[in-house]
T-cell receptor, first 112, second 111 residues
Framework: DGGITQSPKYLFRKEGQNVTLSCEQN?????MYWYRQDPGQGLRLIYY???????QKGDIAEGYSVSREKKESFPLTVTSAQKNPTAFYLC???????????FGPGTRLTVL | LAKTTQPISMDSYEGQEVNITCSHN???????ITWYQQFPSQGPRFIIQ???TKVTNEVASLFIPADRKSSTLSLPRVSLSDTAVYYC????????????FGTGTRLQVTL
């Protein structure tokens, strides 16, 4: 929170549909991240971007795609190829001398 | 990247001081230690960060011994609202993408 917004807060998707989650930051951070969190578990890295127009796969990138056309924005698309997309999705950005990450409020995606 | 180990869970009564210790034996010279707090269905919230000795802010203190192989997050006089999961992470500039948020320490505060 504190400069990172995610929308929507709750999202419902039918099987077979793609859906895009929004993440915007006004912290002037170069790096942005997407994580997935399942119940009772830690965070797993999906994708990250260190700079505009560049991004890298994280640990669980299959079935997801991202873009980074602007410094402030890092949208995540959950595609129909993601077999188990129901989860809590968190976006973060980092910067400064210690590269500390700051998180958005999250989006809870439920596949019906 | 330094692996961290912290207790899975802790219980406390309201009004007590809570100390959560994290071990990070392989911490690198440039690494900082950062603690986050997460409530259910919310994003992790930055609590405190330090490099050595002691750091204090309005919500917590962080104690780091000289060898930096461990750190202790201290929450003074906890309340029910401090019930949350606490994560300890170690990293430095450029390593944020390699950080691992494990299951953290689940703190339960009761009356």
């Amino acid at each position: 929170d504190g400069g990172i917004t995610q929308s929507p807060k709750y999202l419902f998707r039918k099987e077979g549909q793609n859906v895009t989650l929004s993440c915007e930051q006004n912290l002037n951070h170069d790096a942005m991240y997407w994580y997935r969190q399942d119940p009772g578990q830690g965070l797993r890295l999906i994708y990250y971007s260190q700079i505009v127009n560049d991004f890298q796969k994280g640990d669980i990138a299959e079935g997801y795609s991202v873009s980074r056309e602007k410094k402030e924005s890092f949208p995540l698309t959950v595609t129909s190829a993601q077999k188990n997309p129901t989860a809590f999705y968190l976006c973060a950005s980092s910067g400064g001398r210690t590269d500390t990450q700051y998180f958005g409020p999250g989006t809870r995606l439920t596949v019906l | 990247l330094a692996k961290t180990t912290q207790p899975i869970s802790m219980d406390s009564y309201e009004g007590q001081e809570v100390n959560i210790t994290c071990s990070h034996n392989n911490i690198a010279t440039n690494d900082y230690i950062t603690w986050y707090q997460q409530f259910p269905s919310q994003g992790p919230r930055f609590i405190i960060q330090g490099y050595k000795t002691k750091v204090t802010n309005e919500v917590a203190s962080l104690f780091i011994p000289a060898d930096r192989k461990s750190s202790t997050l201290s929450l003074p006089r906890v309340s029910l609202s401090d019930t949350a999961v606490y994560y300890c992470l170690v990293g430095s500039t450029g390593t944020a993408s390699k950080l691992t948020f494990g299951t953290g320490t689940r703190l339960q505060v009761t009356l």
